[in-house]
């Protein structure tokens, strides 16, 4: 199979993400690396471990930045709950976060894995900015990375122009951007393009395995939220960056163009400028997914909530 390595920020929809990549025969789950994020890193990563119970996944959970590189945090816990996972009240996993420290653990496995390795940014990039500011020879080590963020077309969900994940930490993302010669990029704007509607997302819940249940448990409070704030379909922001992680072939269009992130701006720090046009001279550093298989992406959802269902 082939390494995986997640970076995250659990997260109602980086656990939909990690249910999917744990289901996959054709990928093994190294190691998740955490950040802060959807809330704080105390969170994160107690949510991370569940999932890794859940799903008796194997998987070593790394601990990393708990705030962005300079500026305070803003979370989103009125989407995601105090906790991050719907303040459900789960009974915490009985396993224990490593020592070692997300940015660390990244290089360790580029290394282990080098030319080999899927890397798949699901939250703030905190750890992988530090990791390739300790090591910037770290992407001749990543035969890929995908991260979730972004708005090419500057349709924010944070700020009028960005999109949470690189709003939260634009030093980090520009650092990355920067640092990274080629990598994709699923984007907010992507993802409201790949909505499902929420009667068929409960069906999909309705699955008779320890997996739906939780998940139907956690994404309850954003779910309502959700249908309260953008009607009738239910948007997974981080599921979709991990359906096109897992299965590149079901992307149906992408476009190559440079992306640069801003760090000012009255209306636009943290925005992704895109030269659609090439008027500068930065080469193309992203590949933006445009439109996925959406029956591909909806059967990998539900497999994986119905994974481990009683026959
Ligand atoms: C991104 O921000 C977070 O709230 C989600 O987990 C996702 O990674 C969407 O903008
Ligand atoms: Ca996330």
Known sequence: PIPMLIDTDPGVDDALALLLAFNDPRHRVEALTVAAGNVGLEHTVANALKLVELCAADVPVHPG????????????AYVHGRDGFGDVGYVPAA???????????????SHLHAGRLLLVALGPLTNLALALKLDPTLPRRVARLVVMGGAVTAHGNITPAAEFNIAFDPEAARIVFEGFPRFDLA??????????????????????????????????QTRLWSADRRGEFWHSADALAMAWALEPAGAVETVERPVAVELAGTHTRGATVVDWQRQGDAPDNARILSRYDQARFHGLIRTALAAGAAV
Do not use: K, N, Q
């Not at 930045?65 to 989103?76: E, G, I, Y």
């Not at 396993?95 to 496995?109: D, N």
């Not at 069906?203 to 309850?220: K, Q, V």
């Open 65 to 76: 930045c708990a705030a962005p590189l300079l500026h305070p945090a803003r979370d989103a």
């Open 95 to 109: 396993r224990a976060a490593e020592p070692e420290h997300a940015a660390l653990a990244i290089l360790r496995l």
């Open 187 to 220: 984007d907010w704007e992507a993802v409201l393009a790949h909505g499902f509607p929420h009667a068929e997302a409960e069906t999909w819940l309705r699955a008779d395995s320890p997996r739906a249940r939780f998940y139907e448990a956690i994404s309850r």
